[in-house]
Structure formats: C-alpha cells, structure tokens
C-alpha cells in the first residue's frame, strides 16, 4: 500500500459506478486514483475523494487502466466547504487546480505547490482576502515555482529600483522605466505604477507563509491582476477552460 496525503484538482465518472480522480501530491505529483463504487449510496468515501477535498489516500500497489492506482482506503483531513458558498470561488478554485494539474510533471515532488494550493483555497474558503488578491498571489507564486520567476530587482535599462512607472514585459519577466520604452515595441507588456512592483516582489520573493500578507492601493490592483494572470499563461503555454468560465461569472455578476 502507498499512503499519500492529496488535493484533489480533478474528477471524472468511470462507467455509472465508479470515479476517476486526479490527486495532488508533495511527493510524487499529480497522481491519477480509480475510486472504485464511488457512485453507490453505501459508498463511504464520498466527502474525502469529491473536488476540492484534502484527504490521506491509501493505494493498491496494483495498478488500474492507464497506470491508475486503486484506491484502499482514504480519510478527509480538510474539505473547504466555505468555497461552496460562493460561485465565483469554486469557478477561481477550478482555474487553480486546472493550472497545478497542467503545469505539474507526473511524479515529480511539488510540496510548495502542495502549500500554495493549500493556502490559496483556505483564503478562498474562509474570504480573509478578496478573489481577485488571491487569485493573482496564486498565479506569480505558481510560475515562480515552475522555474520563471521574474526579474524584479531593476529596470535593465538604467538601474533603477522603484521607478515611478514601469512597464513589465510578459515574455521574459523583466521591466523598464516607463520612459525607456521604444516607439513600436513588439513584446507583451503591462504598465504599472511603483506600488505594484512591490506587490509582485512580496509574492514571489517573501516566504511562503508571508506571501498573501501585504496591502495594494486600488490603482495598482488591475495591473497586478494583468500581469498575474497573463504571465502565468503565457508560461504555462495552454488554454486553461476553466479561466474562460470563471471570467464569465466575474462578468455576468459585474454591473454595467
């Protein structure tokens, strides 16, 4: 037997019985769990294998289709029933865990990416920040994570360290003065003021347990969430559906 604490980022019908569950994992990554009987009313382990769960997971060292492990046993250690009161927090929940499963290498340790996920659905469940906060914390720490961490130390032109306005390019994760910039330049970019600068350098650079912490001036709030949302995707180079229908209901709930 295999014994595993997991998130699970995903879900999926078997035949009318049983589920198909992708956990993950600090150790092995994302592994995929064949939940046999799942759908029966006598099932016992409905609330610990359902979306979202954190749970400690007991496998067969058999293997199902796919190289799937058959689940044994499992426990919920944490559900996060607080996402379920708000819709636009599951549809943020979904584009996180969606992220995690496409970025994450099967069978590869992720413990940071573990906590993150962790602690981003426990802020959204118990809404100690807003979506919007959350979401882009969850985003910059994640690709800093994978291996692209932007360069927020100083303008690669001059130097500078705190420009008043500075313009952060998507491709390379570097930023200029805003007045450096070139008549007709082709990369991505966002503008942003100084205060937003060190948003991103508190998200990617403080310890994990600090990241969320940190105050944001309302006009510095869109450019963090541009550039949050457009770095992440851009480095993890696929469609995210998810993200799509979480800006539908963010739209849909959004006055005119």
Sequence with gaps: MLNVKGLVLDQ??????????????????????????????SSKTGSATQLFAYSQFSLAERKGRGGARILGSVAPIHIFYGLRSSVTAVALASYMAQAAKMAVLPRSGVPEMLRLLLNSFHHLSERTYPEAHVKAV????????????????????????????????????????????????????????????????????????????????????????????????????CELPALGYYRQIVDSLTPT
């Design 12 to 41: 999926r019908m078997l035949g009318e019985q049983d589920r198909s569950i992708d956990v993950l994992t600090a150790e092995y990554g994302v592994i995929n769990i064949i939940v046999k009987g799942a759908a029966k009313l």
């Design 138 to 237: 969850f985003e910059l720490r994640a690709a800093a994570l994978l291996g692209f961490l932007p360069d927020v130390v100083m303008c690669r032109v001059c130097g500078q360290y705190l420009p008043a306005e500075l313009c952060f390019f998507i491709e390379d994760g570097s930023f200029i003065c805003a007045e450096h910039l070139e008549e007709g330049e082709l990369r991505h970019y966002v503008t942003m003021p100084a205060g937003t600068l060190l948003a991103i350098r508190h998200i990617v650079l403080r310890e994990p347990e600090r990241i969320f912490s940190f105050k944001i001036a309302p006009h510095c709030e869109a450019p963090l969430a541009a550039f949050a949302e457009q770095f992440l995707r851009y480095h993890i180079d």
